[in-house]
């Protein structure tokens, strides 16, 4: 979770109770504005109960999530838009990054799905948009 704030993820959720999570919020060794991305409890407001509703409603708060930062983004100048990084930069500072195929924010760390083009490291979402990124890199890198 800590690694998480740091590297910047788009969405961090801590499943705890109301009475928990700032219990686990305090002893996380993060700043106040760190602490402060962290949503607790994780997902939005259904009445979950069941494991199966929790999950569900812990997607809805990423969908929404995701949603307003896309909406942002399109007000965005160009400076603000992410680009791919080099790999040695993209592992030093556990950064974000951009699925040039479909646009979603990814943890730029060796673990997220990526490939190297011209010693330029790209990230990715999944395999379909890696597979379709490889097939033919120029579409996307034109764009």
Same mark, same amino acid.
């Given at each position: 979770? !800590?690694?998480?704030?740091r ?5 961090v959720?801590?499943v705890?109770?109301r009475?928990r999570g ?6 996380l060794?993060?700043?106040?504005e760190?602490?402060?991305r ?13 494991p199966q509703?929790?999950?569900?409603? !812990?997607m ?13 983004a399109q ?6 838009v ?8 993209a592992s ?5 990054a951009i ?13 997220t799905?990526h490939a ?13 948009c890696?597979?379709a990124?490889?097939?033919e ?7």
């Amino acid at each position: 979770m !800590i690694a998480g704030v740091r590297a910047g993820v788009g969405y961090v959720g801590l499943v705890a109770s109301r009475r928990r999570g700032p219990e686990v919020l305090a002893a996380l060794d993060l700043s106040d504005e760190e602490k402060a991305r962290i949503r607790t409890p994780a997902g939005l407001d259904i009445g979950a109960r069941s494991p199966q509703d929790v999950a569900v409603s !812990i997607m809805a708060e990423i969908i929404a999530t995701y949603e307003q930062a896309a909406k942002a983004a399109q007000g965005s100048s160009e400076s603000d838009v992410v680009t791919p990084l080099p790999a040695q930069t993209a592992s030093e500072h556990a950064a974000t990054a951009i699925d040039l195929v479909c646009g979603m924010t990814v943890a730029a760390v060796d673990a997220t799905l990526h490939a190297d083009v011209d010693g330029v490291r790209y990230w990715f979402c999944g395999t379909g948009c890696r597979r379709a990124f490889l097939a033919e890199p120029s579409a996307f890198l034109s764009a």
